[in-house]
């Protein structure tokens, strides 16, 4: 199973802060589950646009190439910016 969080203005246009999906072997890779969550619909399409979204994988920060395994946690996230 594979946790996935979502924060800050991810987890407003979504709407949840968190799902959990079964683990197979092709979301072995970050932009794979990318691409499976993005089919639920267009604010979920909106809040996961890759070159607006920040990746962590077991709370550190990943690349889109990151292998995944089962039981990993995924966390979606805005970039952050300060002033």
Partial sequence: MLKIIFFAQTRELVDCDS??????????????????????????????????????????MSPWDTLINDGDEIAFFPPVTGG
């Fill in 19 to 60: 799902v959990d999906i079964t683990f197979e072997a092709k979301l072995s890779q970050l932009e794979n589950i990318r691409q499976l969550l993005v089919t639920r619909g267009d604010k979920w399409d909106l809040a996961l646009q890759r070159e607006k979204l920040l990746v962590a994988v077991n709370q550190t």
